[in-house]
């Protein structure tokens, strides 16, 4: 199951914490609407752990479904994750999948980061400065 890019394939794929497999990033309670908290779960092959997301600047996007993940219009340390309607250039959804496996907010200095490394069901994701070596930043596809 590939996506090439954030154009809302109906397949997408799962995205797991520093390659915790077990784990996957979540729209909570599978309610896709505007404000939905993005979390961690265990992975369930369900439509809301399958995400659109390539290698570049992209989209984070729910397979499937016009829905991104957003980042707010005032990005910054611990502002939570949740799923908005997607729009074409928002700040807040665009992102750059990086070599080293982080999720960056483009020209914002900011990352997707699993919220102090707790990979318990339900804990919300965030945006964190990102950093060289802070593993909580780590996402695999």
């Known amino acids: 199951m590939t996506s090439s890019s954030g154009s809302g394939t109906t397949t997408g794929r799962a995205i797991h914490p520093n390659g915790d ?3 996957c990033m ?6 896709f609407e505007n404000g939905t908290p993005v979390q961690i779960y265990d992975c369930n092959e369900t439509n809301a752990q399958r995400w659109a997301i ?7 996007q729910v397979a499937g479904t016009n829905f991104c993940l957003d980042a ?3 990005p910054g340390d611990g502002v939570q994750m949740k799923i908005w309607q ?3 250039n928002l700040a807040a959804q665009q992102w750059y999948f990086t070599d080293d496996n982080r ?3 483009e020209g ?3 990352c997707l980061d699993l919220t102090n490394g707790n990979k318990a069901n339900g804990n919300q994701l965030q945006t964190w400065s990102c950093g060289n070596g802070n593993l ?6």
Not at 136 to 141: D, E, I, K, Y
């Open 21 to 23: 497999t077990s784990k």
């Open 26 to 31: 979540d729209v909570a309670g599978a309610n």
């Open 54 to 60: 390539s290698r570049e600047s992209t989209k984070v």
């Open 72 to 74: 707010g219009s005032t």
């Open 86 to 88: 997607c729009y074409d």
């Open 103 to 105: 999720v960056a907010l």
């Open 108 to 110: 914002k200095g900011q």
């Open 136 to 141: 909580n930043q780590v996402w695999t596809v």
